[in-house]
């Protein structure tokens, strides 16, 4: 058997997620993490364009970004089609769907990869019960925005977590509470 390192990443994502549903359908695990390793090969997803790492230092140059455009949007449509998964199969615990009952997020941890930016990062936060928005922009304060970590706070005290900070956050974000 080969190591997560030798895989096909891409040609693996659907399974990777087919094991995460299993896995919240049989109360296996309540906490799951996918990243894309380093190692991803482009050339599965029609980007010549060697690493995955040189994609993202585009330049904000066109054609750079349409790679990056391209790399983002097979991603998403896994994760699409993973959540729509997660969204039609019933909890076998609770009322609702497996979607309803967990929190999902799909991010990353750069706002803009080509400067190395962790500002502004963009994050999708779906399920859970949480009131979602269609896009929201943390508010500014001091000609700086909000922490990330006001976010994970929000979400680790919707699931019940007793606490009142995380890392970094100055406060819990309204608007995001249960539906």
């Known amino acids: 058997m080969k190591s997560p390192m030798?895989?096909?990443?891409?040609?693996?994502?659907?399974?990777?997620?087919?094991?995460?549903?299993?896995?919240?359908?049989?109360?296996?695990?309540?906490?799951i993490t996918l990243e894309k390793p380093k190692s991803l090969n482009l050339d599965a997803i029609g980007v010549d364009a060697g690493s995955y790492h040189g994609v993202s230092h585009h330049g904000q140059k066109p054609g750079g970004i349409e790679k990056m455009a391209k790399v983002d949007s097979f991603f998403l449509k896994e994760m699409t089609r993973f959540?729509?998964?997660?969204?039609?199969?019933?909890?076998?615990l609770q009322d609702g769907s497996l979607l309803d009952n967990?929190?999902?997020?799909?991010?990353?941890?750069?706002?803009?990869?080509?400067?190395?930016?962790?500002?502004?990062?963009?994050?999708?936060?779906?399920?859970?019960?949480?009131?979602?928005?269609?896009?929201?922009?943390?508010p500014v304060e001091n000609r700086e925005r909000l922490p990330l970590h006001?976010?994970?706070l929000t979400?680790?005290?919707?699931?019940?977590?007793?606490?009142?900070?995380?890392?970094?956050?100055?406060s819990s974000l309204t608007g995001f509470g249960a539906a």
């Open 6 to 31: 030798e895989s096909d990443f891409v040609k693996d994502l659907p399974l990777f997620y087919d094991l995460i549903l299993e896995a919240f359908k049989s109360d296996s695990s309540r906490f």
């Open 83 to 92: 959540l729509d998964k997660m969204k039609s199969t019933k909890d076998p």
């Open 102 to 138: 967990t929190v999902a997020l799909f991010g990353s941890g750069m706002g803009n990869s080509s400067s190395h930016s962790n500002k502004d990062c963009p994050v999708l936060l779906l399920g859970g019960g949480l009131k979602h928005q269609t896009h929201f922009v943390g």
């Open 150 to 152: 006001d976010l994970w």
């Open 155 to 170: 979400v680790l005290q919707h699931i019940g977590c007793p606490i009142d900070r995380y890392n970094r956050s100055t």
